[in-house]
């Protein structure tokens, strides 16, 4: 166990690039609909009542710990709540997800957003962190806090929930410049206040989520968002901890969402890890990239995914073994627990298997 050695966890080494004595994994969305435990605990609790209640919260934490042999947890909470401190009304429908039901289709709700304090607007989360910490603390796992990134979070404000196309975002994007400025440092103000509060909590490593960056292509991104990215990664530099910079399908501009900022970039499957880290750059540490649908495949075909990822990680320091986006409601508990194990298996002797 790493708190009764010297060396501090295999997470947090891998954060910084430095060597560690296997490779750390967790998953994204590790706490979650597949399993029985977070189910029976949503029977009872609606979202919204989770995330603002620190003992439900911290329980739910907990829970894949328990489970499995992972190397980091991360705090049970939602990107979107923060959208409620600047005016905006969230709710989390059963069967369809997050909607939010007063969408900015103006300039002049962009106005009228407000700014607090996350100390305010997140009490709960931040609450949720001091009480987890301590637990984590005593079994040498590291504890991860996270915000969506600003153009994820902006999709979700004026689209009013999920979409396909974006096309409400990019038309305000496109034909309100000035707004859409607003709107992007109204939402790194929020982000980066929740981060260093969250910092100040107690957790080890900041994770920024921009799941959606990948609806746009590279020319938007480089104009309207990697800006905002990089104002907002240069505030998170001076809280000290490490930084994950996570998307979703924006491999053709990989360089360009590094390069806006981050310790770790997080990849998804679309390219294999070894091309992603080139295109990422060598003095950077990467986090995936597993497809979470091979969960559902059979053992050999699983085993065959995952042992080409550690090959072309090649055993170098600074990668941290994660799914390449969530993982999925039904996903099968047993094929979690083989993947967990198999990963320390396979790079505690620095042998990979041939598969
Ligand atoms: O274990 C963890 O990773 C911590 C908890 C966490 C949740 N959401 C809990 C959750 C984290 C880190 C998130 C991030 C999040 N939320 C993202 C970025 C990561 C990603 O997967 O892209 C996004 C885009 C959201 C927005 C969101 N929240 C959606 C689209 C949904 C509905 C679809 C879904 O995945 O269930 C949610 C609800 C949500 N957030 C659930 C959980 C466990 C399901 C709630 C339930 O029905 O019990």
Not at 23 to 34: C, D, H, N, V
Not at 85 to 97: I, P, R, S, T, Y
Not at 278 to 294: E, H, K
Not at 330 to 348: G, I, K, N, S
Request: proline share 7%; net charge neutral.
């Amino acid at each position: 166990m790493p708190a009764s050695t010297q060396r501090p966890p295999r997470f947090l080494q891998a954060c910084r690039g430095e060597a560690a004595d296997r490779t750390p994994i967790w998953l994204m969305r590790q706490a979650g609909r597949y399993m029985a435990e977070y189910r029976a605990l949503r029977a009872k609790h609606s979202m919204l009542e989770v995330i603002r209640t620190p003992e439900l919260a911290a329980e739910i934490t907990l829970q894949p710990i328990n489970a499995f042999d992972l190397d980091a947890a991360i705090i049970f909470s939602d990107i979107l709540p923060p959208l409620t401190g600047m005016g905006l009304d969230l709710e989390f429908v059963k069967g369809h997800g997050p909607r939010l039901n007063n969408p900015i289709r103006s300039t002049y709700a962009i106005d009228v957003l407000a700014t607090p304090p996350a100390a305010e607007s997140m009490g709960g989360t931040l609450d949720a962190i001091r009480l987890v910490k301590p637990e984590l603390e005593a079994r040498g796992v590291p504890l991860i806090g996270f915000a969506g990134a600003p153009f994820t979070l902006a999709s979700y404000a004026i689209e009013g929930g999920g979409s396909k196309t974006y096309a409400q975002t990019k038309t305000m994007m496109y034909t309100e410049p000035a707004a859409w400025k607003r709107l992007m440092n109204k939402l790194v103000t929020v982000v980066a206040d929740l981060l260093a509060e969250q910092a100040r909590a107690g957790v080890d490593v900041l994770q920024v989520f921009d799941s959606w960056a990948g609806a746009l292509g590279r020319l938007d991104y480089i104009r309207y968002v990697q800006p905002y990215n990089r104002v907002l990664y240069q505030r998170l530099e001076k809280i000290g901890l490490p930084v994950i910079n996570f998307s979703t399908g924006t491999a053709a501009y990989l360089d360009a969402v590094a390069e806006a900022g981050g310790d770790v970039v997080g990849v998804d499957w679309r390219l294999p890890l070894d091309a992603a880290w080139s295109r990422i750059g060598p003095g950077r540490a990467i986090m995936g990239n597993l497809d979470p649908v091979t969960l559902f495949a059979p053992w050999r075909e699983l085993r065959h995914h995952v042992a080409d990822v550690l090959q072309r990680a090649a055993g170098r320091p600074g990668h941290i073994f994660n799914l390449g986006h969530g993982i999925l409601p039904e996903t099968p508990v047993d094929a979690v627990r083989r993947l967990v194990d198999y990963v320390h298996e396979q790079t505690a002797v620095g042998a990979v298997e041939e598969v």
